[in-house]
Structure formats: C-alpha cells, structure tokens
T-cell receptor, first 113, second 113 residues
Framework: QQQVKQSPQSLIVQKGGISIINCAYENTAFDYFPWYQQFPGKGPALLIAIRPDVSEKKEGRFTISFNKSAKQFSLHIMDSQPGDSATYFCAGHGSSNTGKLIFGQGTTLQVKP | KAGVTQTPRYLIKTRGQQVTLSCSPISGHRSVSWYQQTPGQGLQFLFEYFSETQRNKGNFPGRFSGRQFSNSRSEMNVSTLELGDSALYLC????????????FGEGSRLTVL
C-alpha cells in the first residue's frame, strides 16, 4: 500500500517536444505529491509539487496533472530542452508519516538536440 | 542561504568496518531525514530526526542508526558494513515536522569492498 509506481523507466525526446512521465500511488493517505529532478553526481532537487485538492499545477514549462479518483499523477515538460536531461522521481507523502517520502523508481530523460 | 552539506562526499570501506556520515541542514531547518539510493532499490527512507528525537524509521536493520544534535546537525552510522550497503546516502532537511518539502544534499557515496 506504500508503493508509488513510475513509468516509463527511460524516455528519449527530441528538443522542443513534450516529455510525459506517469505515476500511480496506492496509499490514499498521501496528501502531497512532489516531483524531484536529479542530475548525475547531485542530490534530488524539488521541481514542482501538488496537493490533491487541485487537478493541475503549472510552473513554467513544467505541469503536474493529478487524477485523485484514479490515484494517478503525471509530469509534463513542455518544449523539452537538452538541459532537462536528468532523472525524474515522483513521490508521495502523508502528513501523518513525518519526513518519509515514498519515491517512484525514477525516469531517466534524455532530450536530443 | 547555504544548502544541505554532507561529508564526506566519497568514502571506501571494507566489509565489517563501520562508517559515520555527517549532515548539516539548511539554517533554520529542524527536521533532517536520511535516504539510501541504489540503482536496484531506488530511494529508500532510513529515518527522520526532529528536535534531537527520531520521529520515524524506515525498514532497515539495526546496523543503521543516527542521531541529531542540538544545532540540528545530524549523523548516521552504519556498523558491520556489508557489500550491499554500497550506496549514495542522502540527507534532506525540512523547516518543519510533517513537511513533505525536502531539500537534499549531494550525498555521501559509500563503497564497501
């Protein structure tokens, strides 16, 4: 019940294209869903996050779409750039489960010039 | 504001030894969490400390321990190292307990030979 399933495992997109990464969760107690971006040799960095009271959140080229009934959420990267090439992790967090993020397995994105 | 600082960045140990990793959180952050990152298991929660008290613990053996000091700095210790303990150990800080917004350091890369 704690899992967060992420797909695809890897993704190759042309520059200017749309990158889409999907996640599904099981724990209905989750109330915060962040996405993290990780470059090689660096720690994960918070990219964008959403709470289940909204269906979409947009920050620049990054958008989270959230479907509470389906227990799914996705990250869309518009106008993908080579600098977006990184590993992306979705996660779920329940406010009653202090400090513990349940992460998806990660998606390695490569944006080709 | 300085980010989360972890030391050492890289270390090599042999089986049976022990290791201590250090983490300095962002100034003003009182919650420190630790995660283990491996290619096979992804990002897994180890434990969280807040006000010098362990608030939550992941599913790791007792060889993994930690503590937090009055200045919020934290250390984690792994005793009787096994080959499978080779991983990137990430520290993350948060301003509050129950917060899902974590700020990660760059990690300590442990290799066990």
């Amino acid at each position: 019940q704690q899992q967060v399933k992420q797909s695809p495992q890897s993704l190759i997109v042309q520059k200017g294209g749309i990158s889409i990464i999907n996640c599904a969760y099981e724990n209905t107690a989750f109330d915060y869903f962040p996405w993290y971006q990780q470059f090689p040799g660096k720690g994960p960095a918070l990219l964008i996050a959403i709470r289940p009271d909204v269906s979409e959140k947009k920050e620049g080229r990054f958008t989270i779409s959230f479907n509470k009934s389906a227990k799914q959420f996705s990250l869309h990267i518009m106008d993908s750039q080579p600098g977006d090439s990184a590993t992306y992790f979705c996660a779920g967090h329940g406010s009653s489960n202090t400090g513990k993020l349940i992460f998806g397995q990660g998606t390695t994105l490569q944006v080709k010039p | 504001k300085a980010g989360v600082t972890q030391t050492p960045r890289y270390l090599i140990k042999t089986r049976g030894q022990q290791v201590t990793l250090s983490c300095s959180p962002i100034s003003g952050h009182r919650s420190v969490s630790w995660y283990q990152q491996t290619p096979g298991q992804g990002l897994q929660f180890l434990f969280e400390y807040f006000s010098e008290t362990q608030r939550n613990k992941g599913n790791f053996p007792g060889r993994f321990s930690g503590r937090q000091f009055s200045n919020s700095r934290s250390e984690m210790n792994v005793s009787t190292l096994e080959l499978g303990d080779s991983a990137l150990y990430l520290c993350a800080s948060s301003p509050n307990l129950n917060g899902g917004e974590l700020f990660f350091g760059e990690g300590s890369r442990l290799t066990v030979l």
